[in-house]
């Protein structure tokens, strides 16, 4: 299938589809080899079009037993739909793999979403499902006739939310995470635009439907999947195939397959932590126009007057609106140091400043090497990455050597990098915290703290300096949104790498055997937010660890000897004698492999798979001093 | 396009819907003839056929195909 290379139904960011990709898979699917998830990840890496989704789910179907998910995360999905889905499932599952996911479906038979939601005893409580797509239609949801009477309009809007408040209960008392999708807004006119005035037009209608569904998900935790941007993206024109809709049932154009469902995968991914946090930018010819180090700073294109000045200008403005939300900066350029910044500094209408930019590396070495050192300084894995650059053989070279990191396609003409980079999905957020909007703000106070080390030279001292106030609390209302972020984002510094929605977190809050912990740190430099997140379930004498993670921000600050003494005291005064932890492997937390024994626990056996078992007799423990002012209502500061 | 030509041009779609290398189709072909043709795989098949020839086939027209041959005789007609 060919489609001009902006068009968003054929994924431009993408590199286009191998003319062999079915013998690929073929060839993967043959045999009796482990597959590995490399090899899955770069197949649907391409812009695949439904006939190759459904091939590459095919294969994870056959080969199913055989795939190693490396970093895959595994993920059950329901697919609750009005009108046919099982064309859709095969490509949500094909496109999880571009987002970090190794999806199974289980897909509602025709007509029964809300029964399976709601029905005691029916097949989606038993199927282990932790998330349900749910996707309506307006033809089912009575929306797709106009009401002449404003009334009777707002019955059918509030009958068709109640439909969606019920399975949402019904998925709740499941346990399984709704994701809500908004309804496309139909493409059939009644009185032309006079539609947007009169309330119960069926145009009217959906919009207020899809309104109060975005609150419905903001009350309920759920995920809201704005499939109706997606189809406005496209043009309602050509995503509406009312001959398929009468054959078969089939809710939307077919070629609009592939975007949807990548669409889905990404809301997935990024709900299991799988978004890119940091935006790597070339330079020449990305953020200006020219080649800084042969034109000179009023060489190079950049500003009002030129439209290729106006062009990157705007890749700026947006690299500047991914900062705001608390997506991190780095530049990695073939240049000398000083050429490169001086339009950072010097330049009228450059919007990036030097200290927008977290990592500024401009040398003449192989830009994989920098950009994984991007990495490395970042302390986040290659996987984090988003990687911006004009140049093709570039682009390749990195997708060689570190296919991990995303690099969007982008044709030649700048103004179009922003729609590439923004439409690939990557940066796709379920939810923006209090953290997210002042992490740019951490990482420049982190490049400080460092300075500071090198002044003061004794580690101790130096922890001294750092004026450290940790406030240790229980879970709460506030917090909820940050502390199911970390459980779902945090790889390195987490013992055992247990993923809970929202909805469980709450559900963790109530439970009376459960010993929940949020902790916060700010220093002289500034508020590093809530960076540790512990849950620790009672059970007899013993509280077993069943979470414990750290952001790799506050590293070597003693901040998980903190944590222990709060866990300790907090068990004490249950009448606990012991504290039990599991290190569970996996391919990212090798770090923490010896974090029991470095807090003075003793082994207690392996545990399936690979892992260990550690116990604390709370007897033994001493606390000792800590370089830091306790706080918070789970500190047990005197 | 005569029958033979888009036959040849039916079955190069017809592969890469249902995923089959070469796949043995002729005149007389039906969905029976293929596990992995079914009612699923046909919708992507119809509206695959209807880009690969630039043409758009009613609900009725697609009632009325019986075998292979009957939607190639119809491609050739509107072919002209």
Redesign the interface.
């Known amino acids: 299938?060919h489609f001009p290379t902006t068009d968003p139904l054929g994924l431009p960011w993408l590199l286009p589809a191998p003319d062999d990709l079915?013998a690929q898979v073929?060839a993967l699917g043959g045999g009796t080899d482990a597959i590995a998830a490399h090899a899955l990840t770069g197949l649907a890496g391409h812009a695949l079009d439904?006939?190759q989704l459904?091939?590459v789910a095919?294969l994870l179907d056959k080969g199913r037993a055989r795939i190693e998910p490396g970093t895959l995360t595994p993920l059950r999905l329901a697919v609750l739909m009005d009108g046919?889905a099982?064309?859709l499932a095969p490509a949500i599952r094909a496109s999880g793999l571009r987002h970090g996911l190794l999806i199974d479906t289980w897909v509602a038979p025709y007509g029964q979403a809300l029964a399976e939601a709601t029905r005691p005893g029916s097949d989606l409580g038993a199927s282990g499902v932790q998330m349900a797509l749910v996707a309506s239609d307006f033809r089912s949801l009575g929306l797709g006739r106009p009401h002449v009477d404003a009334g009777a309009a707002e019955d059918a809007v509030a009958g068709a939310l109640a439909r969606m408040e019920a399975i949402v209960g019904g998925l709740a008392a499941r346990k399984i995470t709704p994701v809500l999708a908004t309804v496309p807004v139909p493409a059939g006119g009644w009185m032309g635009s006079f539609d947007a005035l009169a309330p119960g037009s069926p145009a009217a209608m959906v919009t207020e439907f899809n309104v109060r569904l975005a609150g419905l998900a903001r009350d309920r935790g759920a995920l809201l999947f704005d499939a109706a941007r997606v189809a406005a993206l496209v043009g309602h024109g050509r995503w509406f195939d009312d001959?398929?809709w009468?054959?078969?049932k089939?809710p939307f154009a077919?070629?609009a397959v592939p975007l949807w469902a990548d669409h889905v995968a990404r809301l997935l991914g990024a709900a299991r932590g799988k978004a890119r946090k940091c935006l790597v930018l070339d330079l020449d010819n990305t953020l200006w126009g020219g080649i800084i180090g042969d034109d000179g700073l009023e060489g190079i294109k950049l500003g009002q007057g030129s439209s290729d000045g106006e062009a990157h200008l705007a890749v700026q403005a947006m690299a500047l609106d991914l900062k705001a939300r608390g997506v991190v900066l780095a530049v990695v350029s073939k240049n000398e140091d000083a050429a490169a910044r001086l339009p950072f500094q010097k330049h009228p209408e450059m919007l990036l400043r030097e200290a927008d930019i977290a990592v500024f590396l401009a040398n003449w070495n192989d830009k994989a090497t920098n950009i994984a050192h991007v990495a490395t300084t970042l302390n986040i894995g290659v996987d984090a990455l988003l990687f911006l650059d004009d140049n093709p053989a570039e682009r390749a070279r990195v997708r060689q050597m570190l296919p991990q990191v995303a690099v969007p396609e982008v044709p030649a003409d700048p103004s179009l990098y922003p729609m590439m980079v923004m439409g690939s999905g990557w940066f796709d957020a379920v939810a923006l915290s209090d953290d997210d909007l002042k992490r740019a703000e951490q990482y420049r106070a982190n490049a400080e703290r460092s300075v500071a080390l090198q002044q003061i030279g004794d580690y101790d001292d130096y922890l001294a300096s750092l004026d450290m106030a940790c406030e240790l609390s229980a879970f709460d209302g506030i917090g909820r949104a940050r502390i199911a972020q970390l459980i779902n984002k945090s790889n390195q510094f987490n013992l055992t790498t247990r993923r809970y929605t929202e909805a469980e977190v709450a559900a963790a809050e109530a439970e009376p055997q459960v010993f929940d912990l949020q902790v916060r740190l700010v220093d002289r430099f500034g508020d590093t937010g809530m960076i540790s997140v512990v849950i620790a379930r009672a059970s007899g004498e013993e509280w077993l660890i069943d979470t414990w993670l750290m952001s790799c921000r506050v590293l070597g600050r003693r901040v998980e000897e903190a944590v222990l003494a709060s866990l300790v005291q907090g068990a004490r005064a249950a009448g606990a004698k012991r504290l039990v932890g599991e290190w569970l492997p996996s391919p990212k937390n090798a770090m923490v492999e010896r974090h029991y024994e470095k807090l003075g626990f003793k082994p207690a056996g392996m545990i399936d798979g690979g892992g260990t078992r550690w116990v604390l007799d709370l007897a033994d423990h001493v606390q000792p001093k800590l370089p830091m002012a306790l706080s918070g209502d789970r500190s047990f500061a005197a | 396009m005569d029958e033979t030509q888009v036959l040849a041009k039916f079955r190069d779609v017809f592969a890469?819907?249902m995923?089959i290398?070469d796949p043995e189709i002729g005149m007389e072909s039906t969905a029976k003839d293929f596990e992995e043709w079914d009612?699923?795989s046909n919708?992507?098949l119809v509206?695959?056929v209807e880009?690969a020839f630039g043409t758009?086939f009613?609900?009725a027209d697609?009632e009325g195909f019986s075998c292979v041959g009957d939607l190639v005789r119809a491609l050739v007609a509107r072919a002209g």
């Open positions: 299938m079915r073929r439904l006939d459904t091939s095919k046919t099982d064309h001959g398929l009468n054959r078969s089939i077919l070629d | 890469d819907v995923d290398d009612s699923l919708i992507r509206v695959a880009r758009r009613s609900n697609i």
